[in-house]
């Protein structure tokens, strides 16, 4: 079976210097390079089986976003917002392409957000964007949804128990077998030294939540809408059916404007698909390499 390399890369925020993790797949030298990020409770083994697949035809980089897993923490936790995030990728980015080459990008939900404004870019190195369940316009409560459950510092007395708040909060991913499931739960729990299963994540990514008024949340959709009509590589918008974070409505706006996504939608799944499966694996490959 495929497996990854784990590496390492270090950036810079304001207030110092953090590592960001990331897993390796494929021939090293392979130029064809794809970058795959998660959400934003979510860490770079959310892409295993799409890396594996995708392994032979590109060099796939999957990066746990600073806060994240096996990354990092910022000094600053109001500094978990997307101008940071892009910065720790262009940092990824010269440690693995050559010559400014281009990459490939999908990003579910956060990871989106982070390649849309990479994307938006002069010169930008994204040459094909997937863009996963997510858009410039927000839903007002699936954002306070997922502020709160990032803010909950919750504690489990088993794994089990852990992973099954993992799946209780993650069947909008849709139908998925008991093994995917345990796996999805165990790349996000860890015990502490207590004994104790806990998040893989640093509680501060719940400040800018916490923070956001309603003027910043319509400042924030407003400078989203101008990153995304600045985007002009080919553009797939894949949506979950169900999802409460992204809307039909915006959906179709993105067909219309900007880099005029084409969309793609996925039945039986919400807020988000996870690319675990063979048909959205399709998905993928056919976008990216047309068969």
């Not at 892409?47 to 995708?54: E, H, I, P, S, Y």
């Not at 799944?269 to 694996?281: E, K, L, N, R, V």
Request: with cysteine; hydrophobic share 40%; glycine share 8%.
């Amino acid at each position: 079976m495929i497996e990854a390399t784990q590496k390492f890369v270090q950036c810079i925020s304001p207030t110092g210097l953090h590592q960001m993790a990331y897993k390796e797949w494929g021939a090293a030298d392979n130029p064809r390079v794809l970058l795959c990020v998660h959400g934003v409770t979510r860490v770079s083994d959310d892409f295993d089986n799409l890396a594996r697949a995708l392994a032979g035809d590109y060099r796939v980089i999957c990066p746990d976003v600073v806060g994240r897993g096996r990354s990092g923490r910022l000094r600053n936790p109001d500094l978990y917002r997307i101008p940071q995030y892009v910065s720790d990728m262009v940092t990824l980015l010269a440690r693995v392409t050559t010559d400014g080459a281009g990459v490939d990008w999908l990003g579910t939900s956060m990871g989106g957000l982070i390649g849309l404004g990479l994307a938006s870019l002069p010169d930008s190195p994204v040459r094909k964007l997937i863009l996963n369940d997510i858009g410039p316009t927000l839903a007002p409560e699936a954002l306070r949804r997922i502020g709160d459950y990032i803010a909950q510092d919750l504690r489990f007395p088993s794994f089990e128990a852990g992973a099954k708040f993992i799946r209780d909060v993650s069947l909008p991913f849709g139908p998925h077998t008991q093994a995917e499931w345990h796996k999805l739960a165990a790349d996000v729990l860890r015990q502490d030294k207590d004994g104790q299963w806990i998040r893989h994540y640093d509680m501060g990514l719940a400040q800018p939540f916490l923070a956001a008024t309603p003027a910043s949340v319509q400042a924030d959709e407003a400078s989203l809408w101008a990153a995304y009509d600045a985007i002009r590589c080919p553009t797939l918008l894949v949506r979950g059916a169900e999802s409460d974070l992204l809307s039909p409505e915006t959906a179709a706006l993105m067909t219309g404007r900007g880099p005029r996504a084409t969309l793609v939608e996925i039945a039986g799944c919400g807020h988000a698909p996870t690319f675990t499966h063979d048909d959205q694996i399709a998905i993928a490959r056919q976008f990216l390499l047309g068969r």
